[in-house]
């Protein structure tokens, strides 16, 4: 076991005191690390595998409200749809769409955060603030059926300098306030991980995805 007890009740202790939801990062971690901190009280668990999410999501207490943090291929919606507390990664409308689809063939409503793309780094995914202007002025997409905006998601540069990370995290929080005067079920900005947490926070963070600083460093 290697979940870090003492590092997961002062985090909940700082986060409580800003009221910010944490979502425990559990990806490659066993189910044993799982279990101690839902025993411990935490039902927040984020995952970025569809595969790996769905056969932990089968040995686990059904009352574990599961995110997905990772990149979402629109044909793999259909395996998370029954059970997806919220999907924080949509970064297209194609897969707005489809994760629209995959809830009501569940039955269910699904909630879903933008990812938007804030870092310097190519590499990551989401839309940029124009792109995003652009979507949410469109009528049909944010109001698909079985489907609840609820605010947005990014991640900051992989950088040291904290100064670069701050600003990467207020341009988001703008954009975030901006949805949130316009769209009754904005009220989620996902933005924060273990390296970073304190600065999304400081910045108006209301969720944070925490995994290292909980479970140890991954392979
Ligand atoms: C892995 C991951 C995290 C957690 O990262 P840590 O640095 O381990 O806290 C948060 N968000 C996303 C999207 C991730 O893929």
Do not use: C
Request: hydrophobic letters at 40%; zero cysteines.
């Amino acid at each position: 076991m290697s979940v870090d007890v003492a590092a997961y009740t002062s985090l909940k202790k700082e986060l409580e005191a800003k009221g910010a939801t944490l979502v425990a990062v559990s990806k490659t971690k066993p189910l044993e690390d799982i279990r101690e901190l839902y025993d411990l009280g935490q039902r927040d668990f984020g995952e970025n595998y569809v595969q790996e999410l769905v056969e932990k999501q089968a040995q686990l207490p059904a009352d574990i409200r599961w995110h997905f943090i990772g990149h979402l291929q629109s044909n793999k919606v259909k395996y998370i749809a029954p059970f997806v507390h919220l999907i924080h990664g949509v970064d297209s409308e194609k897969l707005l769409r489809e994760v629209s689809k995959g809830a009501q063939k569940a039955g269910r409503s699904i909630d879903v955060l933008l990812q938007v793309h804030i870092a310097r780094e190519e590499t990551k995914f989401g839309f940029d603030a124009a792109e995003l202007d652009a979507l949410l002025e469109q009528p049909e997409t944010t109001a698909l059926p079985a489907l609840r905006l609820r605010g947005l998601m990014g991640m900051a540069s992989f950088s040291p300098d904290p100064a670069l990370v701050r600003s990467e995290f207020k341009s988001l929080a703008e954009l975030f306030r901006k949805g949130a005067a316009r769209f009754p079920h904005f009220d989620t900005l996902s933005m924060g991980m273990s390296a970073d947490y304190r600065i999304a926070l400081e910045e108006g963070s209301t969720l944070v995805r925490v995994g290292s600083l909980l479970f140890g460093s991954r392979n």
